[in-house]
């Protein structure tokens, strides 16, 4: 089978992470493999923050799990030690798709370097609060930018999951 369809196939959401922080490598070729996520007219309107600093972290954690309404001590992004968040312009017709694009190609290319992920929600909410407004300033990125979604990376702590059967139906051919 070809390697990229294998990867498509074989990519599953990780929810036990080992705490070891992955390489410096295998972190930029996952960020840099997002910047080639296809976007409305090309624009490129989304952006990037890797976040790998534990204290930083961790407050984006307990926001997420604030607005999720879980019960403390549960962390969304089950222990992954870097948190990848995806913005975008939100003057941008497209930026739901753009961002949504960037996420699904992090997750590939973390499954290609080996690492494990999952997609995390809630970044919307978390950027359109006064908090997360301060943090745009603060990093010196433009207000009108919108979460999409946050991509949680890190090793496997356990076995991966087993890929579900596909449902009956799924596809649908119009010749």
Not at 1 to 12: A, D, G, I, P, S
Not at 56 to 75: S, Y
Request: glycine share 8%; hydrophobic share 40%; with cysteine.
């Amino acid at each position: 089978m070809n390697e990229t369809l294998k990867v498509l196939e074989e990519r599953r959401s990780c929810r036990n992470f080992k705490p070891d922080m992955i390489t410096e490598d295998e972190l930029q070729q996952i960020l840099r493999a997002g910047t080639y996520a296809a976007t409305g007219m090309g624009k490129q309107s989304p952006i990037i923050i890797a976040v790998t600093k534990k204290e930083l972290r961790d407050q984006f954690a307990e926001e997420n799990r604030k607005i999720m309404g879980a019960p403390e001590g549960v962390d969304p992004f089950y222990g992954a030690p870097v948190i990848a968040l995806v913005l975008a312009d939100g003057s941008k017709s497209t930026w739901g798709e753009d961002g949504t694009n960037v996420l699904c190609y992090l997750m590939l290319a973390a499954k290609a370097c080996d690492v494990s992920s999952v997609w995390v929600h809630r970044e919307k909410e978390i950027f359109d609060s006064e908090e997360g407004k301060k943090l745009l300033k603060q990093w010196n990125l433009p207000e009108n930018l919108r979460g999409v979604g946050a991509v949680a990376l890190g090793y496997l702590e356990g076995e991966e999951p087993k890929a579900a059967p596909r449902k009956e139906g799924y596809i649908v051919e119009v010749r």
